[in-house]
């Protein structure tokens, strides 16, 4: 479930068979004076849109059934649900749910065509935050794509510990001190602080250091974690290994940082040239 604003109008979007449905039910509230769904759903324009999608986007889509229902639109009497119209045409672009996020819900398609009878405005804003919407959850994504990756990295790491630094006698408490004394390695080289003097800095915030790791902190501490396993195995020393790697660190964030700074100027040169 996520949400997005509109003129004060908190529109709720969802996921269907990873599909993204947009309640209409929602944004019917930025509509003034009292209309439904159902209005906009008996009008024959809607309809023949409606049908041309499903015959496009839906093979199990009964084009019978919604001919019925089609060639009764425009007569005074005429109207027809949400709910009934799913179950009469086995429709996929509409969804009536019920409970805690209960409303109607339309197919983005669907829904950015109802939101120009709203009005035309409405429309261009529900577009322009949706696609933001979408930008920052692959933002997201890539986030935890690489949050993933450093903890994977991360057990290689421990496991070089594990069978070169760690005496096979000694408590459990002790192998532990050992495994966060070289965690602790690659949060000085990449972050310039330890563990706890992170946590000593930051009362208010849950988690540790590398859950506010920027998506570039994270692809270079990956990249940290294999040297570091590297270096193990080879039987240099922790303060050898900590200059190395603070000094890698700072080479492969300065890249990163580049790359990413070079993306921003070409975007905004883009949209320069547009605008």
Request: aromatic share 10%.
């Amino acid at each position: 479930m996520a949400k997005i604003n509109i003129n004060e109008t908190e529109i709720s979007v969802i996921d269907i068979n990873n599909e993204d449905y947009i309640c209409l039910t929602d944004m019917l509230k930025a509509k003034d004076g009292d209309f439904f769904v159902t209005d906009w759903l008996r009008n024959r324009n809607t309809l023949e849109f409606l049908g041309i999608w499903e015959q496009v986007n839906n093979p199990l889509f009964n084009y019978g059934e919604f001919a019925i229902i089609r060639n009764k639109s425009g007569l005074n009497n005429f109207k027809v649900s949400v709910k009934e119209f799913v179950e009469r045409t086995n429709a996929v672009c509409l969804q009536a749910k019920s409970g805690r996020y209960g409303g109607t819900y339309a197919h983005k398609d669907i829904a950015f065509e109802f939101a120009m009878w709203i009005s035309p405005e409405f429309k261009i804003y529900l577009v322009k935050e949706f696609q933001r919407l979408k930008k920052e959850e692959q933002i997201l994504i890539g986030w935890t794509a690489k949050r993933e990756l450093s903890k994977i990295n991360y057990l290689i790491h421990t496991d070089a510990i594990k069978h070169n630094l760690i005496p096979k006698e000694i408590s459990y408490v002790q192998q532990c001190a050992i495994y966060a004394n070289e965690a602790d390695v690659l949060n000085i080289a990449l972050f310039g602080k330890t563990a706890k003097q992170w946590r000593d800095e930051s009362p208010d915030k849950k988690g540790n250091i590398r859950d506010y790791a920027s998506v570039n902190e994270l692809i270079c501490l990956s990249n940290l974690e294999n040297l570091n396993a590297h270096f193990i195995i080879e039987n240099i020393s922790q303060t050898e290994r900590l200059l190395k790697l603070n000094q890698i660190a700072i080479h492969q964030m300065t890249i990163l940082q580049s790359i990413v700074s070079k993306k921003y100027l070409n975007e905004n040169a883009s949209d320069s040239v547009i605008k």
